[in-house]
């Protein structure tokens, strides 16, 4: 998708995310990664579930259901989960079904001229997790036997993993879809946002 050219608007599918690093828990349950150049398809698929409005407060709430995500990039780890050590880099791709976001914007009306335009402040966006299937390629530098069973015991325990990326990953939706929805109002009139 090639976004809104005309207002400098990037597409969003796929979602480029340059960098997440993971550096948690004790020893005994430690995580530390990177994950980068990642590309998330499928969040042009968004469906509104609810939206609320205050012009008066110039408040949206909204919350949208994110049928499907699929994602690929490339990762560095080193986690211990329960008694094994797992470790390697090489590609990551993983699939995510029937994420929620709930996200709350705020504004103010700000002055340029003679008109007035709307400035969103930063959003905040909580992501509830769905289904998620991860995969790790050259896991124990590609052990044929080690690497599937590392898979299986992640996405045995993907939530583990999950909820340490998602914390991340809300944070740099947050800023990007910022970013992006101030493109937008910038361009109109508050006016023409709101007849």
Known sequence: MPGIPELDVPGVDPLHLKEIR????PQGARLDATITNIKVFGANSFIIQEL??????NIFDFDLLLPHLHFIGSYKIAMR???LNIHGNGGLTGNF???ACKVKMT???ITRGK???????RMKLKLKVGDAQIALSN???GDPVLGPMANRLINDNSRVFLDEILPTLESSLAD?????????TLKFTYKELFP
């Open 176 to 184: 990007l879809f910022t970013d992006i929805a101030n493109k937008i």
């Open 115 to 121: 008109d007035e335009y709307l400035m969103l402040d």
């Open 139 to 141: 896991l124990f530098d």
């Open 52 to 57: 609320k409005t205050d012009l008066d407060k």
């Open 107 to 109: 504004g103010q009306k």
């Open 81 to 83: 989960i329960l008694l």
């Open 22 to 25: 993971l550096s948690r828990g």
């Open 97 to 99: 079904t029937n994420y």
